[in-house]
């Protein structure tokens, strides 16, 4: 019985945990798979908003380059639209020559500087592109700010390098789309070059620029594949965090969508506190109600026993009285065997003291007493009759 209530109870133990267990993973894959199909809207919806803004930009670069390379100078069409263009946060346009001289500018301070050293300036004097070119983020020499840099190559008609046109950007200019969606505090948007720098990357709190993310594991998980998710920590807060990002095609950008584990599975934390507190107390009920049944299961072996060794004792002790009382019968029996009674009215001759029976014999009173009972009789002689006696024989 003991065997049986403790293989119960293990097995309804393991129920409750293998329930819980599974309930947790069950809900654990249905809130990650909820979590990441919103950020994944989330970073399709930024892809969308960053491909557009690269669009207008980029129409604005293929009309300067269009425009000057029909025309081999800076129009006034060139200058009216770099104009129109200061309502778009850019930080400035400009346009220059194949000695790396800035010939127009939507900045004054920046005419006549020479940017030959520019990473986006080299580039293109070794090939052109088909595409625009996109710099890593640097420190603009006359704003001292964080730029980001686009560009387009100029040629002249023999195919040969004639210059550039370059937009330098404000990294906050992609970050508008963090405030239009009311994100959380620990949400993240970011615009990573192929080349593994970071255009920016936005949260609640603050904006990165430039960090080089080349060697940070995220960053190699995102070469793998054009698009998808993973959860790992950041460089820039040491957190975990869920990430969903797409590589944009069409420029070589990789766009992404991040939250915080700890916030973003907030509740299932919770109801896995819960789970595990519901294992632990359902666990504790099993153990008390165990040993509740253990001590009554030991309460009632222990009256059977009681009640056993009393009743072999009252067998015992009715064995030995009813082997007295068997001793008792048959001696009485023994006795009742020997014991012979006189009973009515005894006829006896008022002389000589004869008896008469029941056949009409006068006998002896000793004759008498002996063939009705089992007593003996021995003759001797009183003192009276002994004095009578010798006075007779004298």
């Known amino acids: 019985m003991r065997v049986a209530l403790v293989a119960a109870s293990f097995l309804l133990i393991a129920a409750i945990w293998i329930i819980i267990l599974f309930r947790i993973n069950f809900e654990s894959r249905m809130e990650m798979d909820s979590i990441v199909r919103q950020n994944a809207n989330l970073t399709r919806a930024f892809e969308e908003s960053v491909r557009n803004d690269m669009n207008a930009l980029d129409d604005i670069l293929m009309f300067l380059k269009t425009e000057y390379e029909n025309h081999g100078s800076v129009t006034s069409e060139m200058l009216a639209l770099m104009k129109s263009a200061r309502h778009i946060p850019i930080v400035h346009i400009s346009i220059i020559n194949e000695r790396g001289i800035i010939v127009s500018s939507l900045l004054p301070q920046l005419l006549s500087m020479n940017i030959s050293d520019m990473e986006y300036f080299q580039a293109f004097k070794k090939r052109d592109y088909d595409r625009p070119f996109f710099a890593k983020p640097v420190i603009g020499r006359a704003t001292k700010k964080w730029l980001f840099h686009m560009s387009r190559r100029l040629n002249k008609p023999d195919g040969s390098m004639a210059g550039a046109i370059n937009i330098g950007l404000d990294p906050n200019y992609f970050a508008h789309f963090f405030s239009q969606m009311a994100l959380g505090k620990d949400h993240s948007i970011s615009i990573i070059g192929r080349d593994g720098f970071v255009r920016i990357l936005q949260t609640k709190a603050s904006t990165e620029v430039g960090a080089d ?3 940070e594991s995220f960053f190699k998980y995102m070469q793998s594949a054009e698009q998808g998710s993973f959860v790992d920590s950041t460089i820039f807060d040491l957190k975990r965090h869920i990430f969903t990002y797409r590589t944009m095609p069409d420029y070589p950008l990789i766009v992404t969508m991040s939250i915080s584990e700890t916030e973003a599975l907030s509740d299932l934390y919770q109801r896995k506190v819960n789970y595990w ?16 049944l253990l001590w009554i299961l030991q309460q009632r072996i222990n009256t059977e026993d009681s009640l056993r060794r009393a009743n072999e004792g009252l067998e015992k002790e009715v064995a030995n009285r009813t082997a007295e009382l068997e001793v008792m019968i048959q001696e009485l029996q023994k006795a009742l065997t020997e014991i012979k009674t006189l009973r009515g009215i005894v006829p006896i001759c008022s002389y000589c003291k004869k008896i008469r029976d029941d056949k009409g014999y006068w006998n002896q009173v000793e004759q008498y007493v002996s063939d009705h009972t089992e007593a003996q009789f021995s003759h001797g002689i009183c003192p009276a009759c002994y004095e009578k006696q010798m006075k007779q024989m004298n």
């Open 213 to 215: 993310v080349r060697n």
């Open 277 to 292: 507190l519901g294992g632990f107390l359902g666990t504790i009920g099993v153990i008390v109600m165990f040993i509740l």
